[in-house]
């Protein structure tokens, strides 16, 4: 089984910054990427940034937060962090951590499929 625990959300002033670890353990052979998505009520989860692990290559689709995230990964971990910094009270949704990964098989091989697993959510609220 694979894990994906994140931390670090809760309340900021706009303005201010959060800080979002997420830590992936299990059965994991290999992890291809790491992501962060977000998501508020009645609306789709969207990713906000991401990071390939072999090359620390970095994208932010979400074009809101270019420039006020930075998102960075520990390999060696198999860690994923969000630095959030002026935040916006738009930017308040529940925080999601992804990896697109393979898991290990029960004798310890490549598995032979790779998904996207993902961690439970933490909240992060901006007020104004």
């Known amino acids: 089984q694979v894990q994906l625990v994140e931390s670090g959300g809760g309340l900021a002033q706009a303005g201010g910054s959060l800080r979002l670890s997420c830590v992936a353990s299990?059965?994991?052979?290999?992890?291809?990427?790491m992501a962060w998505h977000r998501q508020t009520s009645g609306k789709q989860r969207d990713m906000v940034a991401e990071?390939?692990?072999?090359?620390?290559?970095?994208?932010y689709p979400e074009d809101s937060v270019k420039g006020r995230f930075t998102i960075s990964a520990d390999s060696a971990k198999n860690a994923v962090y969000l630095q959030m910094r002026s935040l916006k009270p738009e930017d308040t949704a529940v925080y999601y951590c992804?990896?697109?990964?393979?898991?290990?098989?029960?004798?310890?091989?490549?598995?032979?499929?790779?998904?996207?697993?993902w961690g439970q959510g933490t909240q992060v609220t901006v007020s104004s």
């Open positions: 990071i390939y692990l072999s090359n620390n290559h970095t994208n």
């Open positions: 299990g059965s994991i052979f290999e992890i291809n990427s």
């Open positions: 992804s990896a697109f990964l393979t898991p290990r098989s029960a004798l310890g091989y490549n598995a032979g499929y790779s998904g996207r697993y």
